[in-house]
Each structure stands twice: as structure tokens, then as C-alpha cells.
């Protein structure tokens, strides 16, 4: 059933609606729940050194400002048999924290008598005697306890507790915090007898650490696979932000841009359940064999966690593993790009919090650390740098003096000119921007509006009752079926006359009969296009009066199943159009 509620205006295409009131709705409407930085202070062109931080008004971004430089760490596997010599690498990057775990159930094989002295405990006090800190992650199962389930008894949870408080005991203060779990909202977690409400069953346990432990160690819970802020919505109904310290999130994924948006959304999410906590991202990483691309996005997640006020962040891996031969920092003992990039963010990130400065594009972006320290990256344009030094990722004199997808880092100067690109709106980097609305589509004339939907692993744009329509920043799927479709929905208005060059790219995987893809400018159809594999559109351009709108709608073809897609759309001033590549 349809829930007229959801209707909006700007998608119902039966109503006639003034163009400049579509285009008032669409900002206020979107405004309302996108970042607080995509407020314009500053014409593209102006010098950073006269653009006004972010948001001014938000009390939020004032507050992240005063907080402590987050802390960037690395994972190990000390706990997996990785040698004790590995630790001097985590020292060569300059880690100030080791992200690792004594299981419960190889320390403790008879009930209150723990092996603390194995070689990873003991490679774990290295570092902390070379003054490194530790967060340990700790799953609350142990056959000793309640079958082997995770505890919810009485004395399941002490014996836990108790537990943790013998890890207090071994490393003391060099002890940062306990992750409780890890990644709970996927398979194989949250495991207890059948009828348990485990929400409940779960923080029963963190307030059973909480009263064994004081305030010796800080307590984390939620430990999501992504930022999966709908899973954690529950967690924290049933009480869990009064008996944390930070909540944990993975927000693994292959590109930043979003990564703000989902980030306010978990905020957001705390503050409406009436307490704020530290967010804590103990895993992210990118699992690509191009090395400067992987360097070029730990810049800029790095970048973005810090200035969201998340307290610390790990890059998952030290070095790379058999199971994961992408992610590390070192292959072996080489040092890949990526190891560049840590050391350089240990300097960024000692400068204090970055703040976004807002220069009318959402498709810029800028951050400041400190006083004369620039990380910035975005749609192409020129740039102009008087004095100071302009590097790339890993630390290296930059290449080129050009804004580009990869990140520059400016360093001793805040005289700074940017050109306007010839990029219009893009659906990756302009993802939960004003640039973009998006809808579900059930008829041909008829659409109505979604929002940022919470889910059990990643926020994107959706409803639970259209499910698994959704639209990410480079992925999505249409929902319904072949006679009944569900058609996702990506539409922009014009303000202004525009003559466009439409570029764009679209893949999936070989599973059912593909997506239908249809383009439109003004109500008229420019292009129509089945997808089964990869796509790149034709040369395509429009012109669009203000208040026309140009729309991207998918549909699940024939038969449903199968549907999930990349996909990436770029609007270019007419004469500019390029192949735009499809997302990995």
C-alpha cells in the first residue's frame, strides 16, 4: 500500500507546481536534513584565508572544533600469530595506538585464571612500553560460561566483567578502551537463547563492564559493520548511551564523499535519543591493489572522520594479510603508499580539528587544520597557491597545481584561488547535497520523494517499505517487479538556464535481466538503455530552462532480482563533456 504521506510535490508530476517553489521546496526540504556545511559563506573564487569555516551557526561544528586531535591508529593480529617484530612497523608510521584483542576464551580456560603472558599479550606490552596504547576488542562468549552463547546471565556478565578487569590490570593506563563485540549487527553476534531481546541481553553486559570497571577503561559498544546507524537506533532505545563511552562504527567504503552525511545522521541519532557520545571508527580501510588511490582516500576519511568529531580512528591493516591482500599499510615489510599517507595524517591531525570551509560548491572540498594547513580535493578546476607547499597524498611535491578527485595538502599558506569548475553536479560527490533529489517511482507519472533511510548496515536513500530500493553515493537498486517496478529516482532542477553535456557510467554484476535506465531533460526522454553489464551512456546533451528538471530513473526491467548497480552521472557545461569511469 502507497503512503500518501510521502508525497511530494516536486516529484508528483500530475500537479503543476511553480518552478520557483519546487526549487524553494527542494532546498528547504533538503536542507533541513543534509550537512550543515553546504551553507554558502563564499564566492568559489575567494581566497580560503577570507572564507568563513563551515556552518558558523551550527553550535555542532563550533563544539568539534574544541575537541581533541582524533587519534589515528592501526590494526594488528598479535592475536592471530603475527610475530612480535611486526610492532616495529606500527612504529615506523608513527601509530599511537594498536587496535587488537586477547579472546576471552583463549585467556580464560578455567573459570577465574587467565592467561595473560602468551607471546601476544606480550607483544601487546611492548607497545606499551614503547608507549603506544591499546584498544582491545573483546567478544562476550566463553564455554565456560552460559553454553557458550554470549553471557546474559547474572554471572555470565560478571565473569566477563572480570575478565576485563584482569586486562585492566595487566596494561593499566597504556589500556585506552574495551570494544565490546565486534561488528554485532552482522551474522554469528548477538548470540543468545531463543526469546532473548538482545538489545537488552547486550547492554546488560556493557553495564555489568561499566560497574566492574569504573572509569579505568573507556567502554565502547555498538561496533557496527559500516555506520549502521538503524541497528544502532535500537541499541541505543534500550539504554545503551548511558553506559558507554563511544560508539563504534566501520565505515568501510570506497570512496569518502557521503561519509559526512551518514556521520551527521549518526549524530543526529544520539542527539535524538537524548545523549552524546564519542563516535569511535575502530576499522576502515580500502580494499583496492591501486595504491594511490587507497593512499589519496585514507587523507581524505581520515580528514572527514576528524572533522565529524569522531576520537579516534584504525586502518585495517598494519600489513597485508592472505584474506585481505589489499589493505595494508606494508606488503611484508615494504611500506606501500598508504604508509606514506598515515605518517602524513599523524602531522595533519596534530594540528587540531579541520573544519570544512564552505566556498558555494558542494562539489570543493576544503578543510583547514590549524592556522596555514589545507587538505582539499573535488570537481576539476584550477588552483592557485602563493607560496607555502603543495603536496599530494603520501607526502610527495605534488605533480600538478590542479584540483583534482585526488587530495593536495597545502601546507604554510592560506593564499589559495580556486578557478569554477566546468562540473555541474555529479552523483557521487554531490550524494546528499542540494544537488540531487531522490525518489521511488510507481507509475509513469507519479513519484514520491525518500529520505535518508537508516538501515541495519549503511544509511542511504530509501524507505523500509520499498525495500531493496536504494540509492548510495555509487551504488543502487530499483525495487517491485517486472509488472509492479519500483523505479529509483535521481532528479535535479535547474535554477538557472543550463546547457548541459550529460556524461555517465553504469555496471553490474551478470545475475537476472538487468536494469532499464531511462534519461530525461524538461519531460522529454533523451536516452533509454538496458543494463546487464557495463554501460557507458552516449554523447548527450541538454538544455534546461530554470525550473526544468533533469531526471535518471532505473526500473528492474522484466524480471526482479539480480538489480544492484553502480553507477556515476556527471553534468557538464555544454563543450566539456569527457567519458566519466564507472565506480569501482
Not at 581566497?47 to 592501526?74: C, E, F, R, S
Not at 589500556?175 to 563485540?181: D, L, S
Not at 607526502?395 to 584561488?417: K, N, W
Request: glycine share 10%.
Amino acid at each position: 500500500m502507497v503512503r500518501r504521506a510521502l508525497i511530494d510535490p516536486i516529484f508528483d508530476t500530475t500537479r503543476q507546481v511553480r518552478p520557483t517553489l519546487r526549487i524553494a521546496v527542494l532546498v528547504a526540504m533538503l536542507a533541513a536534513c543534509g550537512p550543515a556545511h553546504l551553507r554558502r559563506t563564499a564566492e568559489v573564487t575567494s581566497p580560503i584565508g577570507t572564507a568563513q569555516a563551515a556552518g558558523p551557526a551550527n553550535q555542532a561544528t563550533a563544539d568539534t572544533a574544541k575537541l581533541p586531535p582524533m587519534v589515528l591508529g592501526v590494526q594488528t593480529h598479535f592475536s592471530q600469530g603475527w610475530p612480535s617484530s611486526t610492532l616495529g612497523l606500527a612504529q615506523q608510521v608513527g601509530a599511537p595506538m594498536l587496535r587488537d584483542s586477547l579472546p576471552w576464551a583463549e585467556t580464560e580456560k578455567v573459570r577465574g585464571s587467565y592467561s595473560l603472558n602468551t607471546p601476544a599479550a606480550q607483544a601487546l606490552a611492548a607497545a606499551c612500553a614503547s608507549g603506544q596504547r591499546l584498544l582491545l576488542t573483546a567478544v562476550p562468549a566463553n564455554p565456560l560460561y552460559d553454553g557458550g552463547q554470549w553471557v546474559s546471565s547474572a554471572a555470565g556478565n560478571a565473569a566477563f566483567a572480570a575478565y576485563l578487569a584482569a586486562l585492566a590490570d595487566r596494561f593499566g593506563t597504556c589500556f585506552a578502551a574495551i570494544e565490546v563485540g565486534n561488528e554485532i549487527n552482522g551474522n554469528g553476534a548477538l548470540v543468545y537463547p531463543a526469546g532473548t531481546d538482545r538489545a537488552a541481553a547486550y547492554v546488560a553486559t556493557l553495564k555489568a563492564v561499566r560497574a566492574r570497571l569504573g572509569g579505568r577503561v573507556a567502554i565502547l559498544g555498538g561496533s557496527t559493520n559500516m555506520i549502521g546507524t538503524g541497528f544502532l537506533r535500537t541499541l541505543f532505545a534500550a539504554g545503551m548511551l548511558d553506559t558507554v563511552d563511544g560508539v563504534v562504527v566501520h565505515p568501510y567504503r570506497m570512496r569518502a564523499e557521503g561519509l559526512d552525511v551518514e556521520l551527521t545522521q549518526l549524530n543526529a541519532a544520539m542527539d535524538a535519543a537524548g545523549k552524546h557520545v564519542p563516535i569511535w571508527a575502530s576499522e576502515f580501510s580500502l580494499d583496492s591493489r591501486d595504491q594511490s588511490l587507497a593512499a589519496g582516500e585514507l587523507v581524505k576519511q581520515t580528514t572527514m572522520l576528524a572533522a565529524a568529531g569522531a576520537a579516534q580512528a584504525s586502518w585495517y591493516a598494519l600489513i597485508d594479510q592472505r584474506w585481505f591482500p589489499n589493505m595494508g599499510l606494508y606488503a611484508g615489510n615494504a611500506p606501500k603508499a598508504q604508509a606514506s599517507a598515515f605518517r602524513l595524517m599523524q602531522q595533519l591531525l596534530a594540528r587540531g580539528r579541520p573544519q570544512r570551509l564552505d566556498l558555494g560548491d558542494p562539489l570543493l572540498f576544503v578543510y583547514r587544520f590549524g592556522a596555514d594547513t589545507t587538505v582539499v580535493w573535488g570537481a576539476p578546476r584550477a588552483l592557485t597557491v602563493q607560496g607555502g607547499q603543495v603536496r599530494d597524498a603520501t607526502g610527495s611535491a605534488a605533480p600538478a597545481l590542479r584540483v583534482s578527485e585526488s587530495p593536495l595538502v597545502i601546507t604554510g599558506t592560506t593564499a589559495i584561488r580556486f578557478g569554477t569548475s566546468t562540473w555541474i553536479a555529479d552523483t557521487l560527490m554531490g550524494w546528499g547535497t542540494p544537488q540531487w533529489r531522490y525518489g521511488v517511482r510507481l507509475k509513469a507519472d507519479t513519484s514520491y520523494r525518500l529520505p535518508l533511510f537508516d538501515d541495519q548496515f549503511t544509511s542511504y536513500f530509501g524507505d523500509r517499505w520499498y525495500r531493496p530500493l536504494r540509492i548510495n553515493n555509487s551504488s543502487a537498486a530499483p525495487g517491485g517487479t517486472g509488472a509492479a517496478p519500483l523505479r529509483a529516482v535521481w532528479r535535479r532542477v535547474a535554477s538557472v538556464r543550463e546547457s548541459l553535456d550529460i556524461g555517465g557510467c553504469f555496471a553490474k554484476a551478470a545475475a537476472g535481466d538487468g536494469v532499464d535506465l531511462t534519461l530525461t531533460a524538461g519531460g522529454k526522454e533523451l536516452w533509454r538503455g538496458v543494463l546487464t553489464g557495463q554501460l557507458q551512456l552516449p554523447p548527450l546533451s541538454a538544455d534546461l530552462a530554470p525550473g526544468d528538471a533533469l531526471e535518471l530513473v532505473a526500473g528492474p526491467n522484466q524480471t526482479a532480482g539480480g538489480d544492484s548497480f553502480r553507477l556515476r552521472l556527471v553534468l557538464f557545461q555544454r563543450g566539456a563533456g569527457e567519458v566519466v569511469a564507472c565506480p569501482d
